[in-house]
């Protein structure tokens, strides 16, 4: 009798872990088909676009957007294919403003089998456009087989990302610093000025029991004012499974827009060595 009821217990336990598992993926689906863009009729997608601003003296093209702004929320776009399948996809992100009006698209261009035998330490391209399909920023971090260890990142064995605005300019670099176990980076314009600093938490993780803000500060080269602050964003239960990351990103308005520029690109920086390992893991 005993073993009766303890089969059947089991049996008991197993059918309520498959309902928790399908109720989870239901949600987990619902939630995908929710960020897919729906179409107009006509193939045309329905978005509000910020409006275009007037030109600035000095300013990049395309920048003047950002010489107007004091927050970005940059919001990864889930893939319907990685959540069936775990097969890397290149990744994209809607940027919008604190009114939710997009700003710009950021596209990933990297190589297919990278994405799949390297995962976050492939290399890669980052081409941002404006609402006219214009590129005016491309951030760039090439493939390191060695980097990504914090205890000898000086040098050649750290990440480094080159951003240009326009597509050819060079404005400046993020450099993955020397550290004993906390992600460290450093901004610097196109003369190699040391701009800002950030370092990562302890244990930048989150889940469904921790879903607090893990904020990346960025302070000037002191260390001892804090110009601008990155936050990766709790995104929902559709993190477990995909790279749906959400970061926001405020500055001064008087920000120089071609740091503006550069902060923005460390978001994409950030993305990759941290959070893509993490949601990567997930699907496995």
Known sequence: MSTTNGW????ADRQTMNEC????????LHM????????QPGGKEQMQWMPAPASVTGCPPGLEYLAQLDQLIVMQQVS?????TAWEVRNKFIVSNSMGQQVYTATEESDMCMRQCCGPSRGFMMHITDNNGQEIIRAEREFKCCAGCCWCANGHCGWEMRVEAPVGTVIGFIRQRQS???????????QDN?????????????????????????TDKGGRQVV???????????????????FSLTFPPSLDVKQKAILFASVFMVDMMLFEKKEKKNRR
């Open 32 to 39: 995908t088909m929710a960020n897919v863009v729906t179409a």
């Open 194 to 218: 040391h701009l800002f600093t950030t370092w990562a938490p302890c244990c930048p993780c989150q889940g469904i029991c921790c879903t607090d803000d893990i904020n990346f500060p960025f």
């Open 21 to 28: 598992v399908s109720d989870l993926m239901c949600e987990l």
């Open 228 to 246: 601008a602050n990155m936050a990766k964003q709790w995104a929902g239960l559709q993190e477990l499974v995909t790279d749906a990351d959400r």
């Open 180 to 190: 004993k176990w906390k992600m460290h980076l450093a901004v610097y314009d196109d």
């Open 8 to 11: 059947t217990d089991r049996q």
């Open 80 to 84: 319907l294919l990685e959540v069936l």
